[in-house]
């Protein structure tokens, strides 16, 4: 079985520069997650999706970061315009159902560097 | 609120050393799940084990053990016998948001050196 694929998995751009990655989902997980993992610390969700909806973007900075999952299977997530402290690795999960019990399949995540 | 701490920032043993990783979390949820993952350089974050807060049984799978005690909100792991391949950032993670949120810790770096 394929895992979570994400593309591209390295990006470098300047700041005020406009960046948008890809993931693309375990076949059948109807549940989509960002997170951002910023050097030295634990990854933090930014947005949850649960087919083509959003059930959770409390921690997306919604001014620059937008995403969106139209047919409830592959994801972009865009930064436009980024800034320095948007430097972090961005991880893309699935699991079958969004609750306690099931578990988050991730995937390589995309180095963003932005200078 | 949710909130996983992981006091280690680096451990560094010898092969074949074991290594304990502490994990303290704390929520007001009765209900909730915690997680060990791996990180290793190539960057994927890989599951190791889950524990459910009903299940204080603590368990051994492989080289893998894990201590739980509801009682001082501590869900501690430990490696036995390490291996160069045990090298990696390990995270604690919590689980108790009915939509699934993962809160994860700040990750111990395990560095085992032949």
């Known amino acids: 079985e394929a895992g979570v694929a994400q ?12 960046v948008a990655f890809w993931c693309n989902p375990i076949s059948g997980h109807a ?5 951002q993992q910023i050097l030295g610390q634990g990854p933090k969700l ?3 999706f ?8 409390s921690q997306l900075p919604k001014d620059r970061f937008s995403a969106e999952r139209l047919k409830g299977v592959d994801s972009t997530l865009k930064i436009q315009p980024a800034k320095l402290e948007d430097s972090a690795v961005y991880l893309c999960a699935s699991s079958l159902e969004a609750g306690l019990r099931n578990e988050q399949f991730f995937g390589p995540g995309t180095r963003l560097t932005v200078l | 609120a949710q909130k996983v701490t992981q006091a280690q ?14 994990c303290v979390y704390e929520t007001r949820d009765t209900t909730y799940y915690l997680f060990w993952y791996k990180q290793p350089p190539s960057g994927e974050l890989v599951f190791l084990i889950r524990r459910n807060s009903f299940d204080e049984q603590n368990e ?22 390490s291996q160069v ?21 700040a990750g111990t770096q395990v560095v085992v050196t032949p």
């Open chain 1, 7 to 18: 593309s591209p998995r390295y990006k470098i751009i300047e700041k005020r520069q406009s």
């Open chain 2, 60 to 81: 051994i799978s492989g080289r893998y053990s894990w201590n739980f005690q509801k009682s001082t909100s501590s869900f501690n792991f430990t490696i036995t016998a």
């Open chain 1, 46 to 48: 930014l947005i949850q």
């Open chain 2, 85 to 105: 391949v045990d090298s990696a950032v390990y995270f604690c993670a919590l689980r108790s948001d009915s939509w699934g949120k993962l809160q994860f810790g």
């Open chain 1, 31 to 35: 549940t989509l997650y960002w997170y």
């Open chain 2, 9 to 22: 920032t680096e451990i560094s043993v010898v092969e074949k050393e074991d290594v304990t990783l502490d």
């Open chain 1, 50 to 57: 649960q087919n083509n909806g959003v059930v959770d973007d």
